[in-house]
């Protein structure tokens, strides 16, 4: 009976595990943990009858690619074993995790709670560093060709990180991971190995069990939450294996290995998984400005002296020593905490800062990677607790100290601005805050508290002169940086043109911006194949290509022949041309290599003599001042000359085009001119400005002076028959030019009153080109839409909270984009009246404050309002000199009834417009039939008008009452639609000319192409033809006479 039940019981445990094995899922393992809970007779019937259970996955399975890592028991320590089925539930992936998931095993009830393989070696057990050293085991174990990972391959793991928790504790217990890695590697080396291991399984032996359960031990001592290498260093005291060993061997002990560990971790505790975002936390989050200033990495800070005594008196204080930099962007506020860190460096600071440490805090590694409620504030606390550890020795700088107010903040959490306030109270902590004013309103100001605890330092735009100084001193940190040269007037163009055509920037910044840019694109251009060879390269392949069409034709064609011929001999000097200018492009970039290796150590001897100085090494410094530097300079010298980086270099290049980067004369030979320009100039400089705004580069280049002088006449050749208005205008302009007017105010403010038609428009399109060099520069409102108290608001914007807020206000908004243009409020009059309180503060400051609250700056325009108010006053006074007073009085009464004293006090002129007489009218014709001519060039087509037919014209269109206007509806009816119909039906092609004259018959305007006689008749007067500014007019049939001041040149010329 015994006997058979043993049989049975045998047989019934072989099915089981044959069952088992069969259904068992691929990512399943077997695990044999030990003998309980089976009969004897059962266990001595398992071992005989059935083969034993696999222990690990295999590497194919899911499993082993997931983790390559299987939890088995180690084989010997099996005695009498009882069967476990773990099956393997994947973690899930996230974006967050940087590494793949651990499977969590799912065990039976018996299966160890917390000390389990599986509880051990889950996500959930270990830090975020910690589980990364277990998920390095397997790699570990195949790169010493070995199969079960024992206690070493885990400290082997814990020791990868270079920059690990385990290595920083290894380095204050005065050691290294590199030398604990190489005894554990020697014990591992005599270790059995594996021929092959990229299919061998890998599982866990017994001494890493024990060693991770020591480790549970440690975490549990130091009160943790989590397991960390630095448990594992612990446990290693207790692995006779190997872990004890390796520790001794490099001079370990217990109390050596606490005692860093509280070192590194300040004394905290770990409650995250991330408990290293806390450890050195200053270090990790800020970077030390005093050790940049003494390794030479800051840009000198030139002027501020000021600024900077500033916030060092208010750091000397005894409570409230937190200055705050408030200044608008870009004026300096960083490089004021920048120059007050070199010069704690220098030493150049009262004896309460000497020997301090000036921390710029980076305020977006606190915030950036804080997912868990809370973990930001741990941060800022740990950053806190160091500085008042310090006590005092460390400043902290936070640049842009508003984002403080509200970072961090969330449901149940407070912000970093309210962590900052005790501290700050209490003097435990120093703090140089930098903000801009609209920042420091908008979020210090709402928080009284925070507010108080600061001592504002006003950080003004410097001058340009103060610009200039500042450039000066950055000027060799940018050569150095591009490998070009700068000359002093590029630095002082760059001060003076960002000053007066970027208003929407600050200074230095945009000088500084300028600067660079220019250097950075010279050296683009220079380091590219030069405009010379180019050019060559281009020609030559014409050549190849026309040679190649032309080399069928050439046998049966004696004129392809022929040009074959000149093209073969054309490629060989272009062959010649281009070896030549290889050449001396090589050599060219081989001198610049050369310069810009000596200026790199000429940079590093001036840092290393600094060093030398401050550590009063002086016998160093002294050798370095007067021997290395000297010779340094000499070759220096001799390398730029000939390279011909100097100003000779740009004056050279300048003779044969400042625009361009690679030069090339006239005949194509290049002679002794540079291919490759390495001087910044005051063009290079003018050319950015010009990008950046939309200014043209002839107005930046050109002198303003010069402009001014002429403006009177080139507004007159435009404008005919208003001379006393077109002077008026040039007058005021000069005057505000000249310096003479307040300069805050815009550049000049005109009122043009008179009849409709008579130039009022078209002398501000003049002002436009003439000034701005572009008609687009005029902006132009038209006041009609404007004539409801409603759609004022358009102007400037709406207000917050209304429909249009975003978009901004139609005049701001243009000024913004375009801040120097001419401004044109045409037929103001129509305006609604309350309009003109915005006119007023912009006339009166220059400036207006548009919806969003943003200031709009109107200094750099001309103010134009048009008004039709005292036309019949004018037109009673038909243009008669004598006249003129009574008339302007009268206009001026109506002026005074219609607006208010205080808005036409702001203007600087009221300019009355005269009606235009029929004399008058004849060069408006000439004008409005060049503009005509110039669209007709386009398809080569000479327009010749005969003085009869101009006077013609001229008579059909004058009208006293309406100006200008029936002129261009005359020209529009009696050339442009005749001449149009005669192109449509083909009467009239491309290059071909058109006569226009007066048929005797039928006294009318006849519009048609030029016979040859007529043709021949217009080239035999051709020596009479008068050219000038405004062109002539030729009679070609037979008039004696030629009119001068008409618009007719030859082949239709404008």
Request: net charge negative; charged share 30%; hydrophobic share 40%.
């Amino acid at each position: 009976m015994s006997r058979t039940s043993s049989r049975r019981t045998s047989l019934r445990i072989t099915l089981m595990l044959s069952t088992l094995s069969l259904l068992a899922p691929a990512n399943a393992f077997l695990v044999v943990p030990g003998p309980r809970a089976m009969a004897p007779a059962a266990s001595t019937l398992l071992s005989r009858s059935v083969p034993p259970p696999r222990l690990a996955c295999s590497t194919s399975s899911p499993l082993a690619l997931h983790t390559g890592l299987a939890c088995a028991a180690e084989q010997p320590a099996l005695p009498s074993p009882s069967l476990k089925l773990f099956r393997t539930a994947l973690g899930s992936h996230t974006s967050r995790q940087r590494h793949m998931s651990m499977p969590r095993m799912i065990a039976s009830e018996d299966a160890g709670g917390d000390e389990s393989p599986a509880s051990l070696l889950s996500q959930e057990a270990w830090t975020e560093s910690g589980f990364d050293a277990v998920q390095r085991l397997p790699a570990t174990c195949r790169r010493l060709k070995q199969s079960v990972a024992e206690s070493e391959h885990l400290a082997l793991s814990c020791l990868a990180d270079e920059d690990g928790i385990a290595a920083k504790v290894l380095t204050a217990a005065g050691t290294s991971a590199k030398a604990l890695k190489a005894e554990l590697d020697k014990f591992a080396q005599r270790q059995p190995t594996l021929s092959r291991t990229d299919t061998a399984d890998v599982s866990m032996g017994g001494s890493m069990l024990a060693l991770l359960r020591s480790a549970a031990k440690a975490k549990r001592k130091f009160k943790d939450k989590y397991l960390s290498p630095e448990h594992v260093l612990i446990a290693m005291l207790d692995d006779k294996r190997s872990g004890a060993d390796a520790l001794k061997a490099v001079g370990l002990t217990e109390p050596k290995l606490r005692e860093a560990i509280e070192t590194v971790r300040g004394g905290r505790t770990i409650t995250t998984r991330t408990p290293e975002a806390l450890y050195e936390a200053l270090e990790r989050y800020s970077r030390d400005l005093t050790a940049e200033a003494r390794a030479g990495k800051l840009d000198p800070v030139i002027g501020r002296d000021d600024e900077v005594r500033r916030a060092m008196t208010v750091l000397s204080r005894r409570t409230k020593n937190n200055p705050i930099l408030l200044g608008e962007p870009g004026v300096g506020k960083t490089a004021i905490a920048e120059g007050l860190a070199q010069r704690i460096a220098s030493g150049d600071v009262p004896e309460s800062l000497r020997k301090r440490k000036l921390l710029a805090l980076d305020m977006g590694a606190l915030v950036a990677g804080a997912k868990y409620r809370g973990e930001f504030e741990e941060r800022l606390k740990a950053v806190l607790e160091e500085v008042t550890k310090s006590a005092g020795e460390i400043v902290l700088f936070i640049d842009e100290i508003h984002t403080v107010v509200g970072a961090g903040k969330g449901e149940g959490s407070m912000d970093a601005g309210n962590l900052l306030k005790p501290a700050l109270a209490r003097g435990e902590l120093r703090c140089i805050g930098a903000t801009t004013l609209d920042e420091y309103r908008q979020y210090i100001e709402k928080d009284p508290a925070l507010e108080r605890r600061f001592q504002q330092v006003l950080v003004r735009e410097p001058s340009v002169e103060a610009t200039t100084a500042i450039l000066r001193g950055l000027k060799e940190r940018y050569e150095l940086h591009h490998g070009v040269s700068i000359s002093d007037s590029a630095l002082v163009a760059a001060a003076t043109l960002s000053e007066r055509y970027i208003s929407e920037r600050f200074l230095p910044d945009k000088a500084i911006d300028l600067v660079d840019e220019a250097a950075a694109k010279l050296k683009m251009d220079a380091t590219s194949r030069p405009q010379a060879l180019d050019e060559v390269n281009r020609r030559l392949l014409q050549v190849q290509m026309e040679e190649i069409s032309l080399r069928k034709d050439a046998e049966r064609d004696s004129r392809a022949s022929k040009r074959l011929e000149a093209l073969e001999a054309e490629e060989a000097r272009l062959i010649e041309k281009q070896e030549a200018l290889m050449e001396r492009w090589e050599a060219e970039k081989d001198k610049m290599g050369r310069v810009q290796k000596i200026k790199e150590e000429l940079e590093k001897t001036n840092m290393e003599i600094e060093k030398a100085e401050q550590a009063y090494e002086l016998n160093r410094a002294a050798e370095l001042k007067y021997s290395v530097l000297p010779q340094l300079q000499k070759e220096l010298a001799e390398a730029e000359a000939n390279a011909g980086g100097s100003e000779a270099e740009g004056s050279a290049q300048d003779a044969v085009g400042r625009a361009s980067r690679g030069v090339i004369d006239d005949d194509g030979d290049g002679d002794d001119a540079p291919l490759m320009k390495t001087l910044v100039e005051e063009a290079d400089i003018a050319a950015i400005v010009s990008q950046w705004t939309g200014v043209p580069l002839t107005r930046l280049l050109r002198s303003e002076s010069t402009k001014l002088l002429e403006l009177d006449a080139a507004l007159a050749r435009r404008v005919t028959g208003q001379g006393e208005a077109v002077h008026v205008v040039a007058e005021a302009i000069q005057r505000s030019r000249a310096g003479l007017s307040d300069p805050t105010k815009p550049i000049a403010s005109f009122m043009f009153l008179g009849p409709t038609g008579v130039g009022k428009t078209e002398l501000a399109k003049a002002l436009a080109v003439n000034l701005f060099d572009d008609e687009s520069s005029m902006v132009r409102i038209d006041m009609s839409e404007y004539m409801s108290a409603e759609s004022v608001s358009r102007l400037v914007g709406a207000p917050p909270g209304y429909v249009g807020y975003e978009q901004g206000g139609q005049l701001t908004e243009q000024v913004r984009r375009r801040p120097y243009s001419v401004i044109l409020f045409d037929e103001v009059d129509k305006a609604h009246p309350e309009v003109f309180n915005v006119l007023l503060q912009l006339l009166d400051d220059g400036r207006v404050t548009d919806g969003q609250g943003k200031t709009v700056n109107f200094k750099n325009t001309i103010i134009i309002l048009t008004s039709n108010l005292g036309a019949q006053e004018v037109l009673a006074g038909e243009g008669d000199p004598t006249r003129q007073s009574e008339v302007r009085l009268k206009v001026l009464d109506a002026l005074r009834q219609r607006y208010r004293p205080e808005f036409i006090n702001r203007l600087d002129e009221v300019v009355i417009f005269n009606p235009l007489s029929r004399e008058q009218l004849g060069p408006i014709a000439q004008l409005q039939l060049t503009a005509l001519r110039s669209r007709l060039a386009s398809r080569s087509i000479s327009l010749h008008v005969t003085p009869a037919a101009l006077d013609a014209l001229v008579d059909l269109g004058y009208s006293p009452e309406y100006g200008a206007r029936p002129l261009k509806r005359v020209l529009q009816k009696e050339l442009e639609a005749p001449l149009a119909r005669a192109l449509l039906s083909g009467e009239v092609s491309d290059g071909d000319d058109v006569i226009v004259k007066v048929d005797l018959d039928s006294t009318s305007l006849v519009v048609r192409r030029m016979t040859e006689s007529e043709r021949e008749a217009l080239l035999v007067k051709r020596g009479r033809m008068l050219s000038g500014a405004g062109g002539v007019t030729v009679d070609v049939e037979g008039v004696d006479e030629v009119k001068e001041g008409s618009s007719w040149r030859e082949e239709g010329s404008a």
